[in-house]
């Protein structure tokens, strides 16, 4: 079955850190442009960053960089984002979405995990 | 610009059709794919490139695009498709990828 499970989540305070990770199976994870997405209560989808399939490439949105970090271990299938200096706009639940027809077109998505930063 | 503009609500009657649409600047030089969410639920990829849908997604689902407009229309509408749904595009001035705000459809 292909699948992504996100972990990592949870309530952070204001200027706290927290990594995210994203397990793959089913799949050649390998060969998949991969994406961080979130979704603030109640709002619509935002990007937030990508990184190729060889890891070769890295993007951010303005709103996280500088803060994030995009990574990924294609010998263990696993994706990650490194959050720092966190703020209350940063609440989200976070997707990671994996791309196989072309760079933005994500075809597996995994069910999220929430991070609330909030004193 | 990676802005995506859609129509935030549009409605159908049971079994017609509807056309959402998404426009921007970036999609004058790359398709729109387009994402289904429900509630509570992780996005589904329905539509991608010129007019493809995955493995699974119904025949009622069909892109098109012209100039700075992508549109995703429902052919006969079902009570299940009642969702919201995002287009999505690359920036490749800034190697971003932008989603639209979602049009929140429902099924009369």
């Known amino acids: 079955e292909v699948q992504l499970v996100e972990s990592g989540g949870g309530l952070v305070q204001p200027g706290g850190s927290l990594r995210l990770s994203c397990a793959a199976s089913?799949?050649?994870?390998?060969?998949?442009?991969m994406h961080w997405v979130r979704q603030a209560p109640g709002k619509g989808l935002v990007w937030v960053s990508h990184?190729?399939?060889?890891?070769?490439?890295?993007g951010y949105a303005d709103s996280v960089k500088g803060r994030f970090t995009i990574s990924r271990d294609n010998a263990n299938n696993t994706l990650h984002l490194q959050m720092n200096s966190l703020r209350a706009e940063d609440t989200a639940v976070y997707y990671c979405?994996?791309?196989?027809?072309?760079?933005?077109?994500?075809?597996?998505w995994g069910k999220g995990t929430t991070v609330t930063v909030s004193s | 610009s990676s802005e995506l503009t859609q129509d935030p609500a549009v409605s159908v009657a049971l079994g017609q059709t509807v056309r959402i649409t998404c426009q921007g600047d970036?999609?004058?030089?790359?398709?729109a794919s387009w994402y289904q969410q429900k509630p509570g639920q992780a996005p589904v990829l329905v539509i991608y490139?010129?007019?493809n849908r995955p493995s699974g997604i119904p025949d009622r689902f069909s892109g098109s695009s012209s100039g700075n407009t992508a549109s995703l229309t429902i052919t006969g509408a079902q009570a299940e498709d009642e969702a919201d749904y995002y287009c999505?595009?690359?920036?490749?001035?800034?190697?971003?990828?932008?989603f639209g705000g979602g049009t929140k459809l429902t099924v009369l």
């Open positions: 979405a994996a791309a196989a027809y072309s760079y933005y077109y994500m075809d597996v």
């Open positions: 089913g799949f050649t994870f390998s060969s998949y442009w």
């Open positions: 990184i190729y399939s060889d890891g070769s490439s890295t």
């Open positions: 970036s999609l004058r030089s790359y398709y």
């Open positions: 490139g010129k007019n």
């Open positions: 999505n595009s690359r920036d490749s001035s800034a190697n971003h990828v932008a």
